[in-house]
Nanobody
């Protein structure tokens, strides 16, 4: 499955952005889907994940209550709604997919998108 993330940009602290990830090649129905990010000079880190059956979601503590992950299997899309953005949210955001939830949650997904840059700055 091929993944392509979009929706990044420059936003002021406290603002909102919605990232999208479109999948092609295969339906995402059989994949757990997630978002990860990598800030300048730092390692890639987990942001959020949603299970293939859309029942389980999990978030990094740093984004809980501010970010919401969702999926639309009919459209083969994954989303990340980001509210109350902070400068420390600045990073390249990647979408990822894997049939095994634990692998994806650990950052070992089989499929990765190319990333979209989010910059939070005044």
């Amino acid at each position: 499955v091929q993944l392509q993330a979009s929706g990044g940009g420059l936003v002021q602290p406290g603002g909102s952005l919605r990232l999208s990830c479109v999948a092609s090649g295969r339906t995402i129905n059989n994949y757990n889907m997630g978002w990860f990010r990598q800030a300048p000079g730092k390692e890639r880190e987990f942001v959020g994940v949603v299970s293939k059956n859309d029942i389980i979601t999990d978030y990094a503590d740093s984004v809980k209550g501010r970010f919401t992950i969702s999926r639309d299997n009919a459209k083969n899309m994954l989303y990340l709604q980001m509210n109350s953005l902070k400068p420390e949210d600045t990073a390249i955001y990647y979408c990822a997919a894997d049939t095994i939830y634990s692998s994806l949650r650990a950052g070992r997904g089989d499929y990765w998108g190319q990333g979209t840059l989010v910059t939070v700055s005044s």
